[in-house]
C-alpha cells in the first residue's frame, strides 16, 4: 500500500504563486508514475499532468504549460506543482495520484491511477 499526503494549498491573489508538494510513504518502490488533478465544485476532474518517478519525464496539460511546473524529489519520495501567474479559475481541490509499477502510466487519465491522497485546496481571487 501508498499513502499520499498533499500540502502547500492555500489562498492567494491573481497573479500570485503557490507550491504544493506531495509526499508518498508505506511501499513506494511499487510506484513509478504520480500525476496532479483538481476539481473545481460542479466541475469535473481534470488532469495537469504526469512524472514518471525516477527519470523525471513529465507532462502538463495544454491550459498550464508555461505556467505550472512538476519536479521530484526521489529521495525525499516527494513530487512538487509549482504553480505560477495563478488565476481564479485555478480555484480547486487539488490532489495528487500514483499508480504501481505493474500498470503504464496513465498520464492524465484520473480513472487509471490507484492511489490518491486526500487534496490540498487552492482558492485564487481577484
Known amino acids: 500500500q501508498v499513502q499520499l499526503v498533499e500540502s502547500g494549498g492555500g489562498s492567494v491573489q491573481a497573479g500570485g504563486s503557490l507550491s504544493l508538494s506531495c509526499a508518498a510513504t508505506g511501499n513506494t518502490g511499487s510506484i513509478k508514475c504520480m500525476g496532479w488533478f483538481r476539481q473545481a465544485p460542479g466541475q469535473e476532474r481534470e488532469g495537469i499532468g504526469f512524472?514518471?518517478?525516477?527519470?523525471?519525464?513529465?507532462g502538463l496539460t495544454p491550459s498550464v504549460k508555461g505556467r505550472f511546473t512538476i519536479s521530484q524529489n526521489n529521495a525525499k519520495n516527494t513530487i512538487y506543482l509549482q504553480m505560477n501567474i495563478l488565476n481564479p479559475e485555478d480555484t480547486a481541490m487539488y490532489s495528487c495520484a500514483a499508480v504501481p509499477t505493474s500498470v503504464p502510466c496513465p498520464g492524465i487519465s484520473a480513472a487509471s491511477y490507484t492511489y490518491w491522497g486526500q487534496g490540498t485546496q487552492v482558492s485564487v481571487s481577484t
Open positions: 512524472i514518471y518517478l525516477g527519470s523525471g519525464n513529465s
